[in-house]
C-alpha cells in the first residue's frame, strides 16, 4: 500500500478511489449499489486489459445490465425518469421509464419543432386534436408533457376531454376537481395537482363529469383560464375530445391557437383527417402540424 500513500483509499479492498473516479459511471454505480468494490477492482483490471470503457466492461462480467447504464446516464445529466415498478404513473408513458427509447427520440425531436417554430415566438401554449384518436391523443399530450418538463421547462398538462379524461388515471391522479371545476366557478388554479417524480411537471385533470362540457367549453372562462395559465407556466399542453365525436377541440383550439393534429396509424381515415382539418382551420386554430402515431 505504500505506494499509493497520499492517494484516498477504499478502505475494502484498498482500490484507490481515484483510478474508478477516472469514470463517474464507475463512482455513481458503486454509490447506488449496483456494484460492489470486489466487482469494481475486476472491473477496472478487465478495463486495464483491453481498453474499454467501464461500463461496457461492467456489463461483460455480467455485474450490470445495459439498463444500469442508463440510470447512471440520467442521473449525471440530471434527467428525470422512473424505474418500472416503483411509481403509480402508468407504464404506457414511455417518455416516463424509457428515456433511450426511439420513440422518445421522436417525442423529443417533435419537442424541439414546437419550441423552434412556435414557443420561441412568445407562445406558451399547445392543443392536441383529433378525429378518432382520443387515446393515442391523450398519450401523446402526456408524453409530450413529460418530455418539455425533462427539459427544464415548467410545464402543464391539461385535461381539456371533458368526456373521456384519461391523464388523472395515467398520472394516479384524484380527479375530483378540475378544468370543469375551474370553468364553472366552483375551483380555482389550486386544482393543479404537481407530479413529484418530475420537477417540473403538474397536471390539470379534467374535474368533475358534466352533462354540458360544450357548453362549459364555450364560456369566456376557457379564455381567461388559458391566458392565466400561460401567465403562469413556460408550456401548457391541452388534450381534447375527438372531433368525430363533437366540437369541443374545436372551442379548445380556437382559444389556444396552436394545435396539432394526431392520427393514428392504420386507424384514421383520410377523409377524417382532412374533415378535422377543416374544423380546426374553421376555429381560427393555427395548425402546427400533423403527427401519425402508432401508439393506441
Known sequence: MNATIGMPISPIIGIPMAQIGKSNIGQQLLDNGKLNPQQAEKVLRLQKETGMRFGEAAIKLGFITEEDIQDVLAQQFEYAYLVSGQSAVNERLVAAYSPFDSRVEALRSLRSKILLSWVESGNKSVALASYDADTTSALLAANLAIVFSQLGEHTLLVDANLRN???HELFALENRKGLSD?????????????ISEFRDLSVLTAGTTVPNPQELLSRESLSNTVTELAQAYDVVIYCTTALENAADAQLVASRVKGTILVASRNKTPVKGLESAKLQL??????LLGCVLSQEE
Do not use: F, K, P, Y
Open 281 to 286: 382551420q374553421s376555429a381560427n386554430a393555427i
Open 165 to 167: 379524461s384519461m391523464q
Open 182 to 194: 375551474i370553468l364553472a366557478g366552483r375551483s380555482g388554479l389550486d386544482a393543479v395537482q404537481r
